[in-house]
């Protein structure tokens, strides 16, 4: 057996710290739905100032933040532009299919980014054949291209091409802080080309639960009639939005270590045979393991016999991902495990 377990599979699996559960503890509290639970208030109002937008909104989820800002931008019968292997397309469940009516457009991008130039061709002309364009989205950073950064001028360019067409940019930001972190820029930077972002509290950042939508103070207000309409108006929210507070004040800056440990486990995983890495720009690994003659899900289940656990993201490529409860003795185990389990014993 093993004498540790180290999990890599996401940073959703981090525990609130004992500075987040004493805030929980000690949080004032009221009831969200009338707009009188001071601790929700407050990060709404400190999580938008973060982001450098008018006005936020405390959501259940990523997922319901992204679905929430779909809703509240688009028609149904619209089209959204987006990434094909973004998270809203990949991930959550055609939510804005099934209950927004529109139909998702995905054009294939380069390390998590779009060619500006396909999205602009993207965008429907008058046609009464055609779905009227509502919405453009991007993903800071991108998930399943490894956690890459999209660059600044691909935003700006994209950013352009919206404007010019009257149409709203949405950033999936579950990971913007990492972004941010990794380029030594203000987070507001990375937000300012973007009508409205959702970013997560609840993975890197630590807090049990939770995310941000924020955006234009109107348009949030519309946000907040989706929330309550799809079940998410929260009452004594402030328990949870105490431990956002925390993330957001005490847990941004330490994202650095995750980097660091990501580029240790790859610069390991690099010198073992068979394996091939994708140098991380954040806190995620993505490894080609076809060479060593297992498939992904067979290696993620060797692994796991070691106490590590990892995710396989397609037949041959599987992903690690650092976060706060990972220490770099757990990444020196973690290479030791991977190395055995290569070399056979
Ligand atoms: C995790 C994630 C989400 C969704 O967040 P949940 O809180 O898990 O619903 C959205 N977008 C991206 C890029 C993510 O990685």
């Known amino acids: 057996m093993y004498d540790r377990r180290v999990d890599l ?35 709404e109002e400190v999580g938008a100032a973060r982001l450098g937008k008018e006005a936020g909104l405390f959501v259940t989820s990523g997922t319901q933040g992204n679905l929430i800002a779909i809703l509240t931008h688009t028609q149904p019968g619209q089209e959204v532009i987006l990434e094909q292997e973004s998270h809203i397309y990949y991930y959550e469940v055609a939510g804005s299919a099934l209950i927004g009516g529109v139909q998702l457009r995905p054009l294939q991008g380069k390390d998590g980014a779009l060619d500006p130039a396909e999205v602009e061709a993207s965008i429907r002309p008058d046609n009464i054949h055609y779905p009227d364009t509502g919405l453009i989205v991007l993903e800071n950073t991108h998930n399943r291209a490894g956690g890459t950064i999209i660059p600044g001028e691909n935003i700006e360019a994209i950013a352009r091409i919206a404007a010019r067409h009257n149409l709203p940019l949405h950033l999936d ?44 103070r109107d348009w949030i207000e519309k946000a907040r009639k989706w929330r309550k309409r799809l079940g998410g108006g929260m009452r004594q929210a402030g328990i949870l939005a105490a431990a956002g507070l925390v993330a957001l004040e005490k847990m941004v800056d330490r994202l650095a270590e995750d980097h660091e440990n990501a580029r240790r486990l790859a610069e390991g ?20 393991v076809s060479a060593t003659g297992f498939s992904a899900p067979t290696f993620v289940a060797r692994l796991a016999q070691y106490g590590v656990l990892a995710v396989d993201m397609s037949p041959s490529k599987v992903r690690f991902v650092t976060h706060k409860d990972v220490d770099r003795e757990d990444i020196e185990y973690a290479l030791r495990a991977v190395e055995k389990l290569i070399k056979g014993d």
Do not use: H, W
Request: a neutral charge.
């Open 173 to 216: 930001g579950a990971r913007i802080f990492n972004a941010a972190i990794a380029l030594g820029k203000p987070v507001v930077e990375l937000a300012r080309p973007f009508t409205s972002v959702m970013f997560c509290l609840s993975k890197g950042l630590g807090a049990p639960v939770g995310s941000l939508l924020v955006g234009p």
């Open 269 to 288: 995983l690099g010198n073992l045979p068979g394996l091939s890495v994708v140098p991380p720009q954040t806190n995620m690994v993505l490894v080609d």
């Open 9 to 43: 599979r996401s940073d959703t699996v981090t525990k609130p710290t004992p500075e987040m559960r004493r805030a929980m503890y000690e949080a004032e509290v009221g009831d969200d739905v009338y707009r009188e639970d001071p601790t929700v208030n407050r990060l």
